[in-house]
């Protein structure tokens, strides 16, 4: 059974990377409707609402996890803001790219000085799996502003940190991390859209150009897309958990952290949008990283 934890972590990383992807596809979709943050307070509730029903009658988990999955859902949905609003900064090549790198590099030094060094092939998987999130995420952008890198870096920094507060709290059951993260979640988006609305200065705008817009419009059909997203999240939340249980944490932290794969094959799939040469040199590099982090 010597292989069965890197083997299993490899795995529920991989289900963790097409679910996180899934859902990022699904919520683009949703926000060429409505505003992002919108579709993910749709996802965010109604997900709440079913897992709370999966929990009933069963026992609670201490106050510690408690706390650091509701912990971990509301820093996650304000780094996610933090995120949308470095994108609209007109950086968001660059953007994407830092803040996927950084999302995997937190729990993997975390790890490090946890759990100690990994073996030689376990860093090569970690450098492939590195580049090939930042190949993948990578797209031409001009404007590259130092206060939209700064805001990517802390929004990246902030979703490795979600990663592994979501790893501590999973230590009081799967399950309960999965509910308490939702519910600290929807406690960020009601932050976030708060503070929207206290700045908000009557200008009309776009579906979807900003980070945040308060709900005065958009509301044809897009809950459906942030539900879909919603339900991905959540379940993707609780297959890195899984993951980071079975074996060493950065190895499932980084497989799942190759979602935007699946986003890229996904609207290849359905949208017909090829991807560029670049991101298929870092589908390949992702490849490679799953087979060295699979050793």
Known sequence: MAGAGPLGAVGMGLTAAALWGGSDFAGGLGARRAPALLVVAAGHLVTFCLLMLLCAGTPLPGHGAVALGLLAGMEGALSLALFYHALSAGAMGVTAALTGVLTAAVPVLFALLRQGWPQWTEWGGLAAGAAAIALVAWTRASGTTRRALLLGALAGVGFGVQLVLLKLASEGGVLWAMTTARAGGLVGVALALGAQW??????????????????????????????AAGVMDALGNGAYMLAAQTGRMEVGAMIASLYPVMTIALAALVLRERPTARQKMGMALAAAAILLLSL
């Open 198 to 227: 206290l700045r908000r200065d009557g200008r009309s705008q776009a579906a979807g150009s900003s980070w945040l817009v308060w709900p005065g419009y958009g509301w044809r059909g897009y809950w459906k897309m942030g539900i």
